[in-house]
């Protein structure tokens, strides 16, 4: 089974301990703007599952019926121990070669693009490793690794990870050499020419000393977040798609057929002759780098806080916990995707009220549906409230928006 949906409040409270040390040690690593647009990347990448795409599931279903090795005993203690083991082999694979390969880099990117370094982090998920990522996996199934156990192993996996997002970590000594750890895991986070590309391991950080991929954290070059060629937004629409845009600009300019259809499997550096316009390489600089952080109001991270909260909340109830029909799913994965889109406008400090109107009305008319169907009567009033508490929040932005417009035309 699936644990993450379960380890979710665990989650958000360990962030919420992670702020308040960090308020009282004066070493703060939280922006407000950008651990939430990770929250929000992180509620996102359930909206595959509203849409009901799986082939990855479809073809582990096939390979386990009819091609697989017998069976391993799902009730064995070394079943589970060896699959855990196996199953952060191939994710090590899967993730280094999601840092070295263009079409596997575009999936990956959203997790690396926080110039942060928080718990919050750990949260930013891509939302489209549904394309690819099953791929990797395929020879755990042919080994005879049971569906229930590769699930579970998985999600253990995946929670273990969460930890290791922390500047408050210190070295761990010894049990560096076996684990990853925070402290190495920030190495494979930093865009540093002496960190980049390193530390791949989920939860054992072996496999990076056995393959030569492993860098320790140098006490006298601190950790650059980020990506080279930063994206400057919060759009997470953009974060998702964004190499995949820059792959489709390359494949349309370039002119050799070979190099077309290169583009997809390339190391994520290398640029086709003909579009290097599009995609400039960017030359790392420590000293110049700055964070993106606009000069969002105060009032537009609250109401990103509370959009926060909703998405959560209908990501939860409607695709963890509950079973929606196709239709029903693309309405959620609609309203959760106008949400994010519409608050990164407010985070970006660009104009919002028109696009973000528009989405009230889109749950205007669900609540009007909603009157028809005695099904739905329960989410009347909480829909209500809703829309109701997004139109007061309109006049705080858009008076937040007025002031710093005038602020700016003073300061000019």
Not at 114 to 120: P, Q, R, T, V
Not at 381 to 410: D, E, G, M, V, W
Request: hydrophobic share 45%; glycine share 4%; with cysteine.
């Amino acid at each position: 089974m699936d644990y993450v949906p379960y380890a979710v409040p665990f989650f958000l409270l360990a962030i919420l301990v992670e702020l308040s040390y960090g308020w009282l040690k004066n070493k703060n690593t939280y922006r407000a703007n950008d651990a939430l647009s990770s929250m929000f990347m992180g509620a996102l990448r359930s909206t595959s599952a509203a849409l009901k795409i799986g082939l990855g599931g479809f073809v582990y279903f096939t390979i386990e019926t009819h091609f697989s090795l017998p069976r391993w005993d799902s009730t064995s203690f070394l079943t589970w121990i060896i699959a855990f083991v196996v199953y952060d082999f191939f994710y090590y694979w899967f993730h280094r070669i999601s840092h070295e390969r263009q079409i596997f880099w575009a999936s990956h990117v959203a997790h690396h693009q926080s110039e942060d370094y928080n718990l919050s982090t750990a949260l930013r998920q891509t939302g489209t490793g549904f394309f690819l990522t099953w791929v990797f996996y395929i020879p755990l199934f042919l080994i005879g690794v049971p569906s229930y156990v590769f699930v579970s192993v998985a999600s253990i996996n995946l929670i273990y990870q969460f930890w290791v997002h922390t500047e408050h970590v210190p070295k761990l000594g010894w049990f560096e050499l076996f684990f990853v750890s925070p402290s190495n895991h920030r190495v494979h986070h930093a865009q540093n020419d002496e960190y980049i590309d390193k530390n791949y391991g989920g939860v054992f950080i072996i496999w990076d000393r056995l393959f030569g991929t492993y860098k320790e954290e140098a006490e006298n070059l601190p950790c650059i977040y980020g990506i080279r060629g930063p994206l400057r937004t919060f759009n997470p629409i953009w974060a998702n798609f964004h190499i995949y845009a820059k792959m489709l600009r390359e494949i349309f300019h370039t002119k050799k057929l070979k190099d077309k259809l290169f583009v997809l499997i390339a190391p994520t550096r290398w640029i086709p002759k003909g579009s290097e316009h599009l995609s400039p390489k960017v030359e790392f600089c420590e000293d110049n780098f700055n964070k993106y952080n606009p000069n969002s109001s105060f009032a537009s991270k609250v109401y990103a806080f509370y959009q926060l909260i909703f998405v959560s909340l209908i990501s939860t109830l409607f695709i963890e916990l509950g079973e929606t029909s196709l239709f029903e799913g693309i309405l959620v994965a609609l309203g959760l995707v106008s949400t994010a889109y519409c608050v990164s406008l407010w985070l970006d400090c660009k104009k919002a009220l028109l696009l973000d109107s528009c989405r009230v009305a889109f749950f205007t008319l669900l609540l009007v549906f909603s009157f028809f169907f005695p099904e739905l009567n329960g989410f009347i009033l909480p829909l209500t409230a809703y829309i109701l508490i997004n139109f007061l929040f309109f006049f705080f932005l858009q008076n937040s928006l007025y002031r710093n417009s005038l602020l700016t035309q003073k300061a000019s």
